[in-house]
């Protein structure tokens, strides 16, 4: 049974800090690429930043110079470092694993930010 669980999110101020981590388990991650979303209220889920398989990095415009994607083959997960975050942050955030057959889900975390 695969499972994505996402955990690190919470509530910040303006400016502050979180590390969002998945832990994958029932697939060999490191033939996984992962993506980060995030989803805000009334909004379209959207893509933050992606790492393949191999360690190659994107990031969505928005969110580039202060969130960091990394993974870690040999504990199955996955990390979003966000720094200098702001209010328009606030979402619910979302790891997805996927190759070229398969595409998982993890249930989310809530991430606010807020003065």
């Known amino acids: 049974q695969v499972q994505l669980v996402e955990s690190g999110g919470g509530s910040v101020q303006p400016g502050g800090s979180l590390r969002l981590s998945c832990v994958a388990s029932?697939?060999?991650?490191?033939?996984?690429?992962m993506i980060w979303y995030r989803q805000a209220p009334g909004q379209q889920r959207e893509s933050v930043a992606s790492?393949?398989?191999?360690?190659?990095?994107k990031y969505a415009d928005s969110v580039k110079g202060r969130f960091t994607i990394s993974r870690d083959n040999a504990k199955n997960t996955g990390y979003l470092q966000m720094n200098d975050l702001k209010p328009e942050d606030t979402a619910v955030y979302y790891c997805?694993?996927?190759?070229?057959?398969?595409?998982?889900w993890g249930q989310g975390t809530q991430v606010t930010v807020s003065s």
């Open positions: 790492i393949t398989s191999f360690g190659a990095t």
């Open positions: 997805n694993c996927l190759d070229t057959l398969r595409n998982y």
């Open positions: 029932g697939i060999i991650f490191n033939r996984f690429a």
